[in-house]
């Protein structure tokens, strides 16, 4: 039987079609790969030399802001040092911020987009072997993301296992 073997993209409907291309583009870093005016429609993508796009725009939104539509959109980063970044960029432009989590496997910071959309970014954990980290979902629990890697993770442990002893 065939199988997919990863998400293409997610397409999102949009009151304020400027305001969102922006927020992709300029705060999580995405590049545009194309467009219409005509058609009121944008292409992001964060690897557009593998991926045409991830995020698709588009107006013709039609929901109340507050409506519920999207779960979340979670976005991969490539190291703690990205995760603290990007927090510190959302808080530097007023983008909400829900919470700064671990799942016992990430280090992840759930914010807003300007529309009200739950997005995520994380660092997938992995271990002294370079295997991704596994822990039995759901985990949930609050972390301080300021700190530098070392106290990131020993927090991290330290709430899995529940010492800083390996």
Known sequence: MPKVNSLGHVGL????????????????????TDYSDEREMVFLSSKPDIEHHEIFLTTGRDV????????????????????REFHE???????PIDS?????????????DPEGNR????????????????WKQPFRKEIDITQDNEEILKQIYEMTFGSEEK
């Open 100 to 112: 700064v989590v671990t799942h016992g496997n990430t280090a992840s910071v759930y914010f807003r």
């Open 64 to 83: 109340e802001m507050h409506g519920k539509i999207v779960q979340q959109i979670s976005f991969h980063v490539d190291s703690l040092n990205d995760v």
């Open 89 to 95: 960029e959302f808080q530097a432009n007023n983008t």
């Open 13 to 32: 409907f949009c009151k304020d079609l400027n305001a969102m291309r922006n927020f992709y583009e300029n705060i999580l870093g995405m590049t545009v």
């Open 119 to 134: 997005l995520e970014i994380y660092y997938s954990l992995t271990n002294e072997s370079g295997k991704l980290v596994q």
